[in-house]
Nanobody, 127 residues
Framework: VQLVESGGGLVQAGGSLRLSCAASGFTFHDAAIGWFRQAIGKDREGVTCITTTDGSTYYTDSVKDRFTISSDSAKNTVYLQMNSLKPEDTAVYFC?????????????????????WGKGTLVTVSP
C-alpha cells in the first residue's frame, strides 16, 4: 500500500489549497480514505474521509463547510479542497486508508483506526 500526498504549501488566511493523495497497492473502490493532520505540539486530528464503496463522507466539525473531500477512481486519487483557510489549519496533512472497511469511514477516523499512512504534506496558513 502506498499513499503519496501532494499540494501542500504556504497560503494566506482566507485562501485555498487542494491536496492530492495518489493511492496504489490496494483495491481503491473498497476502502476508507481520508486525511489526518498534526500541528506542532498537538495530537493528530482526524479531518475528513470518504468511503469509496458508496461515496459517503465524514468531516470533523472544525472543517465542515470549508473543506471538501472527493475521489477519482480512474486516477486512484483522493482530493481535499480546502477553502477559507485559517492559521489554525496549519499542520502536516497525512493521507490515510483502511482497506475493506466494515463500517462507514467516519468510524475509522473517530477511532483512529486507519491502517495505512502517507508521509504527509505541510500546509502553512499565514495570518
Amino acid at each position: 500500500v502506498q499513499l503519496v500526498e501532494s499540494g501542500g504549501g504556504l497560503v494566506q488566511a482566507g485562501g485555498s489549497l487542494r491536496l492530492s493523495c495518489a493511492a496504489s497497492g490496494f483495491t481503491f473502490h473498497d476502502a476508507a480514505i481520508g486525511w489526518f493532520r498534526q500541528a506542532i505540539g498537538k495530537d493528530r486530528e482526524g479531518v475528513t474521509c470518504i468511503t469509496t464503496t458508496d461515496g459517503s463522507t465524514y468531516y470533523t466539525d472544525s472543517v465542515k463547510d470549508r473543506f471538501t473531500i472527493s475521489s477519482d477512481s480512474a486516477k486512484n486519487t483522493v482530493y481535499l479542497q480546502m477553502n477559507s483557510l485559517k492559521p489554525e489549519d496549519t499542520a502536516v496533512y497525512f493521507c490515510v486508508a483502511a482497506l475493506w472497511p466494515a463500517s462507514a469511514c467516519g468510524y475509522y477516523v473517530r477511532h483512529n483506526a486507519m491502517d495505512h499512512w502517507g508521509k504527509g504534506t505541510l500546509v502553512t496558513v499565514s495570518p
